[in-house]
């Protein structure tokens, strides 16, 4: 598939001007695969970089086609194979599973019409409302330059400065400091679309 989910027929052959002539602008595979492979050395993720995840199915309880066009909602006799990828927010890719921090998944299911990405966290709210602020929270939540550690989001002034300067936030810290910063375990664990969608 694409990058955006859609079925590719042939990834092997670049567009061409007649049999033999040159390759087409034109063709999007070609630049989508090219730009791909120049950006290959991808640093570690700013968020979400220790993660876990899982091959499975999805299948509806019923038919929901009084709501939503997509297919595989539509057909309770249907499997969907799905990847999910559980993950802490702020900690590297080495650190432990086990800090208090919010947990993210991001679900890839395999539909007959493409690729459904659906995303979220387990808390039904989050940190900030305005995204201009994220970089800023980011960098509060991240281990201090200086010495890199602790990797515990709560374990360092810089989240507490950030958390005493925002309020909003508040309502996520106490979610974060309940139970729910410490899930018993991925397969336990409540997930919500905090963002706004619709189905279509």
């Known amino acids: 598939t694409s990058n955006q989910g859609v079925r590719i027929a042939d990834d092997q052959n670049s567009l061409r001007a007649g049999k033999r002539g040159p390759t087409l602008l034109e063709d999007f595979i070609l630049r989508e695969k090219i730009t791909h492979f ?3 050395r991808i640093p570690e993720r700013i968020v979400h970089a220790r993660g876990s995840a899982a091959h499975g199915y999805f299948q509806a309880y019923s038919d929901l086609s009084d709501i939503t066009k997509a297919a595989f909602l539509c057909d309770p006799q249907k499997k969907t194979p799905v990847f999910v990828r559980f993950s802490t927010v702020q900690g590297g890719a080495g ?3 086990t800090v208090r921090d ?5 679900t890839k299911f395999y539909t007959d019409e493409g690729i459904f990405d659906l995303v979220g966290n387990n808390t039904p709210i989050f940190f900030i409302q305005d995204a201009i602020k994220f970089p800023d929270f ?3 939540v991240k281990p201090e330059p200086h010495w890199a ?6 374990a360092h ?3 507490w400065d950030y958390v005493s300067l925002q309020p ?5 810290v106490m979610w974060a400091m309940s139970d729910r910063g410490l899930p018993r375990s991925y397969r336990t664990m409540e997930g919500f679309g905090i963002h706004t969608f619709r189905l279509i």
């Open 168 to 172: 909003e936030t508040l309502h996520n």
């Open 38 to 40: 120049d950006h290959e």
């Open 149 to 154: 550690v602790p990797q515990g989001q709560s």
């Open 157 to 159: 002034d810089t989240f």
């Open 95 to 97: 650190s432990a599973d």
């Open 138 to 140: 980011v960098h509060a």
């Open 102 to 106: 919010i947990r993210g998944f991001a």
